[in-house]
């Protein structure tokens, strides 16, 4: 299927451009990168100017404007309130029981400074690391400022994580303090927190003190000595705290993601250069009005999104945003736009598996709503496949705000390659070019670029402010796992998989081991997936490869009906649903993939299930989906929000009767 099939033009859309530093595609942020970076840079507040803007003669270990310094916590919040701005809302915060806070900068930053004093009573000191596991709730901002202020290493962890995960972790990093909260709320119940991290922590003599947020108030194990209360510490100090400024390449903090080995990759990320990217690109993805507006990235702080575009990115562009803490369908399934049409939110960053959830809902949901005040639409954690991109922009954006598809890692930082909102016309489902300032190719194994309309890996082939300073205690894992696939080359290898389209515009074909090779042809999971949602039964899939003694691997594919289609009482048949006929759907939409893709493309086998492994912040957990698939032991379910899924998955292809949940 051609690319082109996907063009659809935007229409003019109200974009504010407020901001004349945001640079356009056709600015020279190519021709002159490196003054380029400067220019951003210069946007922050430096004690200390820097002497260069890149040192790369260690590469692969970048120094980006060296010698400078800053502290990272007043770029976010003092600089505000010094320039008069301490009134304006930073936060928005919604508990998911209904609680809320309004949260202005100038009460931020009399909260980060009491922690922060609160932080140095107990003896840290800059280049400790404190471990975070809290809820979606302001403590958890103000602690991960407060470790900025002083040069502490945070590394947050999210909240639904098991103590094993947060255990070594904190292992990993040393880490001797942990904050995290009695319980938090979930699906409309309170749930332990306490319970579980004093589980993590029972072997990690790392740790000190465990400073405890009182949230839902239950009850919780205490162990005298080691345990405080956050409001008996905290609100007992001072508000106010004279900031230090360290070194641009001073750690800031280090998010662990999987690895193929099994044990988590800690990311390291310093505070100039990420400051930098992190606050451009909020400016620049989102087209950014700070003065006016209401912005909400609906991520968690556990992962990079929300620490680059819920914490440093918009509060160091003095930025109001919705904190939002609970789940979208709590109490009910209106909840993202009851928010969104009581706050006035304008720029709306989501992901795509929140959306074909919300497709699943039906699109009578959002119709309930004044949602006239959203003008930007984000999506950002995995490709987004054009049926969304079209649903998300007609029923979200009101068929005119621009959606930006956005791709970026946890290693990179910050928005590598995104289409700038109101710059060109929309492709659906793709990401179009790079943001003016980083180089991104499509390469073939030997690492030279692909022509239009071919497939290769995606690569970054220049250093960028935001990428990651290595792997926590592991130089040799840092190149090993980026820079040798490609190293004569000097790129940094993503580890996806993309193509270019006949205008040379970039799609994200996702992680290179969610492409297939099926009798030899290399197909992606996402354009399977993408074709099996066009259809109009369908509301989400997943799809796997499974291996095949004959073809290499085979393509089995998970899919949910949409609201209303059919009842779904047998895991192969569904009567009616196509046409209304009785048809078999899984016949149905094998032969559409195979028309939408080419025969090549269809599934071997059709499951159609009631739910998909998700973990608490909705990623599909594809490897579960692999483990059933070839009949192995299903692995850690862990860290899904319903683990009883797979139990219901794999009855299904076993063969054994399966209801509808």
């Not at 929140?354 to 709503?369: D, H, N, S, V």
């Not at 290499?552 to 009906?561: E, M, P, T, Y």
């Not at 078999?584 to 739910?611: C, F, M, N, W, Y």
């Amino acid at each position: 299927m051609s690319p082109r099939s996907d063009l659809r033009p935007a229409p003019d859309s109200p974009l504010a451009g407020a901001d004349a530093a945001v640079p356009r595609p056709d600015d020279s942020a190519e021709a002159d990168r490196l003054t380029f970076w400067a220019r951003q840079a210069e946007r922050l507040d430096w004690e200390t100017e820097w002497s260069e803007v890149l040192d790369w003669s260690d590469a692969p270990f970048a120094r980006w404007f060296t010698g400078g310094r800053l502290n990272v916590a007043y770029n976010c919040v003092d600089r505000h309130v010094e320039a008069g701005h301490g009134g304006r809302v930073a936060f928005l915060w919604e508990g998911e029981p209904g609680d809320t806070r309004t949260i202005t900068y100038a009460e931020l930053k009399r909260e980060v400074c009491r922690a922060a004093n609160a932080l140095l009573s107990l003896g840290l000191r800059a280049g400790d690391r404190v471990a975070i596991q809290l809820p979606m709730i302001p403590e958890a901002v103000v602690a991960m400022l407060a470790c900025a202020r002083l040069g502490l290493v945070h590394s947050v962890v999210f909240g639904g994580f098991s103590p094993a995960a947060l255990q070594s972790r904190i292992e990993d990093a040393g880490a001797r303090l942990l904050i995290t909260s009695d319980g938090q709320y979930r699906r409309g119940r309170a749930e332990p927190t306490k319970a579980n991290t004093d589980e993590a922590t029972r072997h990690t003599p790392s740790i000190e003190h465990v400073l405890v947020v009182r949230r839902t108030g239950t009850a919780v194990p205490w162990t005298e000595g080691r345990d405080l209360w956050w409001h008996e510490l905290v609100d007992a100090q001072s508000d106010e705290h004279r900031p230090e400024s360290f070194d641009a390449e001073h750690p800031l903090f280090i998010l662990y993601t999987s690895g193929t080995t099994g044990k988590p990759k800690g990311i390291l990320h310093t505070s100039g250069g990420y400051l930098t990217q992190a606050a451009y690109t909020h400016r620049a993805v989102f087209d950014l009005d700070s003065d006016n507006d209401v912005y909400w990235c609906t991520a968690d702080i556990g992962w990079i999104t929300g620490h680059s575009y819920i914490v440093y990115g918009p509060l160091a562009n003095r930025t109001t945003s919705i904190l939002y803490e609970g789940t979208p369908n709590t109490p009910h399934e209106g909840r993202h736009f009851e928010i969104i049409e009581r706050y006035g939110v304008s720029v709306y960053y989501t992901a795509p598996t929140l959306i074909r959830t919300f497709m699943k809902w039906g699109e009578q949901l959002p119709a309930r709503y004044d949602l006239s005040s959203i003008r930007v639409l984000g999506s950002v954690g995995e490709p987004i496949n054009p049926e969304a991109w079209r649903w998300y922009r007609e029923h979200i954006g009101a068929g005119r705000a621009p959606v930006v598809d956005t791709w970026w890692q946890t290693e990179t930082g910050a928005v590598m390659i995104a289409p700038l909102p109101g710059a060109a016309p929309a492709k659906p489902g793709s990401a179009r070019t790079a943001v003016p300032g980083i180089s991104a190719k499509v390469v073939d194994d030997q690492g030279e670029e692909v022509g239009t309309g071919a497939s290769g890996y995606l690569v970054l082939d220049r250093p960028w402010p935001a990428m990651l300073r290595g792997v926590w205690g592991d130089d040799d894992r840092y190149r090993e796992t980026y820079w040798t696939r490609f190293a004569d080359r000097g790129y940094y290898f993503a580890g996806d998989g993309a193509r270019y389209d006949e205008d040379g515009d970039i799609w994200l074909l996702g992680r290179v081991d969610d492409v297939m090779n099926v009798s030899g042809h290399r197909i992606s999971t996402a354009e399977v997936e993408s074709a099996l949602v066009s259809h109009p039964t369908v509301a989400e899939a997943a799809v796997v490869g499974a291996s095949d003694a004959t073809t290499g691997q085979a393509i089995v594919a998970f899919v949910i009906l949409r609201s209303g289609v059919a009842d779904v009482t047998d895991a192969a048949r569904v009567a009616g649903a196509v046409g209304g006929n009785g048809a078999d759907v899984t016949a149905a939409l094998r032969e559409h993939v195979a028309q939408e893709i080419g025969p090549i493309a269809k599934p071997r086998r059709i499951l159609v299930v009631s739910e998909l492994p998700k973990t608490r912040s909705g990623k599909i957990m594809r490897r579960l989906l692999r483990d059933v698939a070839e009949n192995r032991e299903v692995g850690d379910v862990t860290t899904l929000a319903d683990a009883s899924v797979m139990d219901l998955i794999n009855s299904g292809l076993s063969g054994r009767p399966q209801q509808a949940g």
